[in-house]
């Protein structure tokens, strides 16, 4: 494999992958303050020219993440302090709420929209006739955006899986169960278990392709 560009190396499981560190300036940003100061992703292809590709992709959004967090940085709000009317405002180092609010809601939809075409897109494919092409395709992401979000397939697909086992967990534990007579129990499980299967046979999909790997 010939030398990789700047911040693109190869990965442990021989995917190529981003490498970068995080900008000093940011080490106090709520996204990064606490948490490793240097940035790696895989980009989930092992293919040289397709992995840089999408490798630059994700450097280049990564780009645009450190400055929003710097511009978050930039506009926190001031406290005034009576009878410092007129004088220089100091810059506080924490994140403006606002701001980070709404980064955080558009980064949580864009996850939510693409674990909903993921689940779809293996469901009806499988782990091995599914695309990440596709998937993007069907939300407002690109492919090197998913894989900045997830990782790889390997991880989005895990992530769907946790997505519809929590989904079915999260509606047993909503039935109470534990008190009602053991007959009423077992009927309500059963009669619940039904209705969430008709209602989403994306998630029988999933789990009977699941079994049979």
Not at 91 to 111: C, E, F, I, L
Not at 126 to 155: C, L
Request: aromatic residues 6%.
């Amino acid at each position: 494999m010939a030398l990789l560009p700047k911040n693109i190396c190869l990965g442990r499981d021989g995917r190529i992958a981003i490498m970068k560190k995080v900008p000093k300036d940011l080490w106090e940003h709520p996204h990064y303050k606490g948490k490793a100061k240097v940035v790696e992703r895989s980009t989930g292809v092992t293919d040289e020219a397709s992995g840089i590709e999408i490798a630059k992709a994700m450097l280049t959004e990564l780009e645009r993440q450190f400055a929003q967090c710097r511009e978050d940085l930039r506009i926190a709000p001031d406290k005034s302090v009576p009878g410092d009317e007129g004088l220089p405002k100091k810059k506080k180092t924490g994140m403006a709420p606002k701001a980070r609010a709404g980064a955080d809601s558009a980064g949580d939809q864009a996850r939510r929209d693409i674990l909903a075409a993921a689940m779809i897109e293996f469901s009806e494919k499988g782990w091995h006739g599914a695309r990440v092409d596709n998937i993007a395709a069907q939300t407002r992401t690109t492919k090197p955006m998913i894989y900045y979000y997830f990782g790889s397939k390997e991880k989005l697909y895990a992530a769907v899986m946790v997505e519809a086992y929590g989904g079915m967990r999260d509606l047993e534990q909503g039935l109470h169960l534990n008190a009602l007579p053991p007959e009423e129990a077992m009927r309500r499980l059963v009669e619940a278990t039904f209705d969430h299967h008709a209602a989403h046979p994306e998630y029988v999909r999933l789990i009977a392709a699941e079994n049979m790997e």
